[in-house]
Structures are given as C-alpha cells and as structure tokens.
C-alpha cells in the first residue's frame, strides 16, 4: 500500500494500486477518438515525460502532486502546459 499527502486537502492518503500502463493508454485511446482533441509528437511526449520524471511533484510515476493529473496523459495533450507555468518545464525547442 502507497501513501501520500491528497494534493487538494493535504491529508494523507493511502492508494492501495497504482494506476497500470495499460489504464493510461487506454485513457489515451479514448481520447484519441475525440477529433477535436490533439497530441504532440512523439519527440515532445518523451521530452515532457522527462522533464516530470525529474520533478520534486511526480509521485508513484503517474500523478503530478501540483495538478492531480496523470502525466502521461496531460504530456500528450497539444494544449497542456506543465502546472508549474512560471518555470515553463515543457517548452520544447525542435
């Protein structure tokens, strides 16, 4: 069992399962079928996944504890921005 402080009520929190690879692409693939909905490249996915995965706020390798969000979900997503905007950790130079 995990154990974590609940990012909207800071209470700690025990999550009994992380959520699987197979779940998120899952999400992703729904998403997918949205047409309005857009992705970045793959070049851009990874860089951004990097760019989490060496965040203080990544906690069980799936949630960021500064939104809530999944980030291999929001790192697909065209319109995301990194919740940390001042620091503009996503900004990807091709």
Known sequence: MLESKCKSCTQNVKVKEQISQEQI????????R?????????????????QCKNCEYLEFGTTCMK??????????LKDAQCPISKQNRWKYNS
């Open 34 to 50: 949205n047409k309005s909905v857009q992705f970045v490249s793959s070049e851009v996915y990874e860089f951004r996944l990097l």
């Open 25 to 32: 692409d899952e999400a992703i693939e729904k998403l997918a």
């Open 67 to 76: 939104c809530g969000c999944i980030v291999q979900i929001r790192a697909k």
